[in-house]
């Protein structure tokens, strides 16, 4: 089992920066492709980044392209979300996902983090 937790979400100003964190535990997560995914209430989740492996490819949902980047860290088992030139549409609840090797789906969620942008 992998245990994911996110942090660094919080209440930013629209052109504000904010990096969030995934730390990884219960084992490593260095053979996973993690994801980075957003929820608005009443809406469904969506997909906002992901990075395989070896962090050597990477790809990002049109609406964030330019503006965020992902990044792991496997030493530390933690994925990154770097967010720059936020808008007040970035406005959600992001979770982190590692999916295991060799299946389709993501197997394991964080519990979220809340992050606000004001206009």
């Known amino acids: 089992q992998v245990q994911l937790v996110e942090s660094g979400g919080g209440l930013v100003q629209a052109g504000g920066s904010l990096r969030l964190s995934c730390a990884a535990s219960?084992?490593?997560?260095?053979?996973?492709?993690m994801g980075w995914f957003r929820q608005v209430p009443g809406k469904e989740r969506e997909f906002v980044a992901t990075?395989?492996?070896?962090?050597?490819?990477?790809s990002y949902a049109d609406s964030v392209k330019g503006r965020f980047t992902i990044s792991r860290d496997n030493a530390k088992n933690t994925v990154y979300l770097q967010m720059n030139s936020l808008k007040p549409e970035d406005t959600a609840v992001y979770y982190c996902?590692?999916?295991?090797?060799?299946?389709?789906?993501?197997?394991?969620w964080g519990q979220g983090t809340q992050v606000t942008v004001s206009s």
């Open positions: 219960g084992r490593t997560i260095s053979t996973y492709r």
């Open positions: 990075i395989t492996w070896g962090g050597s490819s990477t």
């Open positions: 996902a590692a999916n295991r090797p060799a299946t389709v789906k993501y197997d394991y």
